[in-house]
């Protein structure tokens, strides 16, 4: 009995599979694969052996191959020693042995599901189909995930096995640590989704939550800061990283920047148009839909405070920001739960009930596709109401 050896060309140029053909007394079997992947050029057809950084350890390999093909051999042998053997009944009895040996497949767990689910969205990136500051979400999710399982000693779970009992029971973790409804939301259509994804890479045989039924966060008012509160937080005494923190927050506020828009800030995102005036234009990551902010006068001020140039304007985590604002909010005596998107909620609620812009002017400055979003950033107030509708000025 011999063995032949031989390099087939997978999807990729030049990267494949060694095959193996099972050779006796001038018999062949049909080809299997070795499993073996490597690049052509580590293959030496002629000497038939592997060259290169990996040479031993597929050595290795093959010589494993060749000594369970032979066990079979010797066994049939001593079994029908006046038979001829034909080298496909080695490869049936091989098949059939390892099908009895092997255990069920191996499925990745959960978190390898996920991994891969993360690699896919960093894939989109790339193209500029997704957000980078989506796909960082979803890893800060992951990790949350990987901590909670394995607190729960679950860290090796399939995603066959992520159950609707399971979810509920990390949602009341959550809950208890002080998560907003809204996010819990999000981290369990994350969740549902992962599993989705997983079935139909082939790595996992169900979708285990295809009929869990996420409940919906309820919606909140919006929590945002008037012009007197934001006046009250830049009159404070402040340390130099709280000061910069409420200046960060203010020129956000007046210009409805999110913090990740402000961080990645250039300078070929500031122009002056004909009359002189300044301007923020940018895309949206998230929409694609360009936002254009003139700056007023408040803005302008933090703006040259920092040089007059967008690469001088300071910078600090989003961590360390939501961290000082509610520092500071406290030394204002500010009683509202704040994070550092309330600037962007501000600006928002300060356009419609005090400017009263009409949704549209509001959609373009905000960068909206449409001003649906509207409601989750700010409320008509009633003062509003009563002046467009009564046309009386409520001061």
């Known amino acids: 009995m011999t063995f032949y050896y031989w390099f087939r060309e997978g999807i990729k140029p030049d990267k494949g599979v060694i095959y193996c053909e099972i050779r006796i007394d001038g018999a062949k079997s049909v080809p299997i694969s070795t499993k073996v992947k490597l690049a052509r050029k580590n293959w030496n057809s002629a000497e038939q052996c592997f060259e290169g950084k990996d040479a031993a350890k597929n050595a290795r390999i093959i010589e494993f191959w060749e000594l369970r093909f032979k066990q079979i051999y010797h066994e049939i042998i001593s079994e029908k020693p006046n038979e001829p053997i034909a080298p496909t009944e080695i490869l049936i009895r091989h098949r059939g042995a390892s099908s009895l040996e092997r255990k069920v497949r191996q499925y990745p767990t959960f978190l390898e599901c996920f991994k891969e689910f ?47 009992t399971l979810c509920e029971e990390f949602k009341h973790y959550l809950l208890i640590n002080r998560y907003e409804a809204s996010t819990i939301e999000k981290y369990l259509f994350l969740i549902k989704r992962v599993t989705a994804f997983a079935n139909s890479r082939g790595l ?39 000061r910069k923190t409420v200046e960060i927050a203010r020129f956000c506020a007046e210009t409805s920047l999110s913090f990740c828009d402000y961080n990645t800030l250039d300078e070929t995102e500031y122009e002056l148009d004909e009359d002189g005036t300044p301007w923020i234009v940018l895309g949206r990551d998230k929409s694609d839909t360009p936002q254009r902010i003139p700056l007023n006068d408040k803005a302008l001020e933090i703006f040259n405070k920092y040089g007059g140039a967008v690469d001088t304007l300071p910078k600090i985590s989003n961590a360390n920001l939501n961290k000082y604002i509610k520092e500071i909010a406290k030394k204002a005596r500010i009683h509202k739960h704040l994070t550092f998107h309330t600037s962007r909620k501000s600006f928002v609620d300060y356009v419609l009930n005090t400017l009263e812009l009409p949704n549209t002017t509001i959609q373009a400055i905000v960068g909206w596709k449409d001003s649906r979003q509207l409601s989750r950033y700010a409320k008509v107030q009633n003062s509003t109401i009563k002046r467009q509708f009564l046309k009386k000025d409520m001061g």
Do not use: C, H
Request: net charge positive; proline share 2%.
């Open 118 to 164: 993360l690699r896919t969205q960093e894939e989109l990136v790339k193209a500029d189909k997704l957000s980078e500051q989506t796909v960082k979400i979803f890893r800060a999710k992951y990790i949350t995930l990987k901590e909670y399982l394995a607190f729960k000693g679950l860290d090796k779970i399939k995603s066959d096995n992520i159950s609707t």
């Open 204 to 242: 996992a045989k169900s979708k285990p939550l295809d009929n869990y039924k996420i409940e919906k966060a309820k919606s909140k008012d919006p929590i945002s800061l008037t012009k007197y509160e934001l006046d009250k937080m830049d009159k404070l005494e402040l340390s130099e990283k709280l």
